[in-house]
Nanobody, 118 residues
Framework: QVQLVESGGGLVQPGGSLRLSCTASGIIFSINAMGWYRRAPGKQRELVARITGDGMTNYADSVKARFTISRDNAKNTVYLQMNSLKPEDTAVYYC????????????WGQGTQVTVSS
């Protein structure tokens, strides 16, 4: 069984930074795209950033130039570096991965809370 475990959330002041990590474990043949989504209170879940197996990235317009997604394939880990955080970035952040196990499986992490407040 595949498991995605996130870490790195917390409380930060506006303008601050946080780095989220998500590691996939279990029987994994390969990992295709990995990404981060978020759900703010009262809103639908939205894509934050996504990275393909060969490193192509895409970002939500609201986080471009502030957030950076990266991955370490040797560690089955994806990162989200979040800079210049704003109160509107407050949300539960979820990791997502498309995995070959050996069938194609989409897995989600349990979520990590990010709160941006003074």
């Amino acid at each position: 069984q595949v498991q995605l475990v996130e870490s790195g959330g917390g409380l930060v002041q506006p303008g601050g930074s946080l780095r989220l990590s998500c590691t996939a474990s279990g029987i994994i043949f390969s990992i295709n795209a990995m990404g981060w989504y978020r759900r703010a209170p009262g809103k639908q879940r939205e894509l934050v950033a996504r990275i393909t197996g060969d490193g192509m990235t895409n970002y939500a317009d609201s986080v471009k130039a502030r957030f950076t997604i990266s991955r370490d394939n040797a560690k089955n880990t994806v990162y989200l570096q979040m800079n210049s955080l704003k109160p509107e970035d407050t949300a539960v952040y979820y990791c997502n991965a498309d995995l070959m196990t050996p069938t194609l499986t989409t897995s989600w992490g349990q979520g990590t809370q990010v709160t941006v407040s003074s």
